[in-house]
């Protein structure tokens, strides 16, 4: 099952380039981000006449979330609401829409559009830690009911230092600050792997250029699009990719696509080695 993550940076705007990737690629799935569009208003059509499903949780201009299937989906949920009531004052995040879920073949896809947080100092951020604290939460619910998770969309977070192109200039700053990576760490708490870091330790490889000083020229990005899985699931896995080439693309998003392939048929046991440090900061 292949399963892929775009921030597209506007559904509208790139809809030729997304149905070129997809009729290349052919992903099961395909979780988008920043679609920029109130539902009523989603492209359906196009996906739908390449054989899939569309449930989409957006507004207009900003944010937006959509899940993309060939696999009939189930127990869709929109919004943090869906998942924790009225506890952890969730109702604060609901204007804006950045994440959705569902069961797709056993996993629970979680597609998420983590705020930015503008800078260390804002509430923008405040905001952003709140968030991530909800996701936790979140996940603290499913890991009890031993589901398996494919968590995954633009998190605006470097993980570790080798995630950017130049560390010591960005140290300390938005998307790279031990407050957003402890807040990252509180998500997974070791029970969500980056399934990147099982193929590829070393830096150099980005999901993200600036569209501002010719950055995809230059090749200096940052890798801030992730797909994270369950421990159950490394032994699926074949493999996680980031496919660079759609940003070379005219008026392109200013992210790649990132994409994972697991066999869920493979009857193999689940396989994880406790000491390997896959979130090394």
Not at 115 to 127: A, M, Q, R, V
Not at 194 to 213: A, L, M, P, Q, V
Request: glycine letters at 4%; a negative charge.
């Amino acid at each position: 099952m292949l399963i892929a993550t775009w921030n597209v940076n506007s559904v509208r705007t790139r809809l030729s380039q997304i149905i070129n990737w997809i009729n290349q690629v052919n992903p099961d799935i395909l979780c988008l981000q920043e679609t920029k569009v109130i539902d009523n208003d989603f492209p359906i059509k196009p996906f739908e006449e390449l054989g899939y499903k569309v449930i989409a949780f957006g507004q207009k201009s900003y944010n937006g979330v959509a899940i993309i299937s060939k696999i009939e989906a189930e127990n869709v949920i929109k919004g943090f609401s869906g998942f924790l009531g009225d506890q952890n004052d969730v109702n604060k995040f609901e204007d804006q829409k950045r994440l959705i879920t569902a069961d797709i073949k056993g996993v629970k896809i979680i597609n998420v559009y983590v705020p930015n947080g503008s800078s260390l100092n804002s509430e923008k951020f405040d905001y952003k830690i709140n968030w991530l604290n909800c996701l936790s939460s979140f996940l603290d619910k499913q890991e009890k009911k031993s589901q398996l998770i494919c968590l995954l969309g633009d998190f605006n977070i470097a993980p570790s230092n080798k995630d950017i192109h130049n560390p010591q200039r960005y140290e300390g700053g938005i998307m790279a600050s031990e407050i957003e990576r402890n807040a990252l760490n509180n998500v997974l708490k070791g029970r969500l792997i980056d399934s990147f870091r099982i193929y590829e330790k070393n830096t150099g490889h980005w999901s993200w250029w600036d569209y501002r000083n010719n950055a995809y020229e230059l090749n200096k990005g940052w890798r801030i699009d992730h797909i994270y899985i369950s421990k159950a699931l490394t032994s699926k896995l074949k493999s996680c990719v980031i496919d660079s080439n759609p940003r070379e693309n005219l008026q392109p998003s200013d992210h790649a696509p990132v994409m994972i392939n697991l066999d869920l048929d493979n009857p193999n046991e689940d396989y994880f080695d406790e000491e390997e440090d896959f979130f090394e900061i």
